[in-house]
């Protein structure tokens, strides 16, 4: 199982990161992927979801018109385009596999997880 988060860092309020994750074709095809987040002292938290097809995504509510999340099948890629980055938004970002085509937001969907990338945003 290969998953491999990366792009997190620290970054001002208002400003962009994009993380990437770097998977398998054998780990991700015909699987959803999903991005959840784990600030210090709290419960993972999902973040966005695409399915296999990435033409069908869920975004938390928190993260809505600031975030998008693609993929790229040819070359085994999710992505999580951060915009309008707030500090809030500090934690650790992992990557998912879903159980099939399209999963929701519940950690218990999802069969396989990356190492985490720190993404910190200061005020």
């Known amino acids: 199982v290969q998953l491999q988060a990366s792009g997190g860092g620290l970054v001002q309020a208002g400003g962009s990161l994009r993380l990437s994750c770097a998977t398998s074709r054998r780990t991700s095809s015909n699987n959803a992927m999903a991005w959840f987040r784990q600030a210090p002292g709290k419960e993972r938290e999902f973040v966005a979801a695409?399915?296999?097809?990435?033409?069908?995504?869920n975004y938390v509510d928190s993260v809505k018109g600031r975030f998008t999340i693609s993929r790229d099948n040819a070359k085994n890629m999710v992505y999580l385009q951060m915009n309008s980055l707030k500090p809030e938004d500090t934690a650790v970002y992992y990557c998912a596999v879903g159980l099939g085509g399209y999963s929701g937001s519940q950690p218990r969907e999802y069969r396989y997880w990356g190492q985490g990338t720190q993404v910190t945003v200061s005020s």
């Open positions: 695409i399915s296999w097809s990435g033409g069908r995504m």
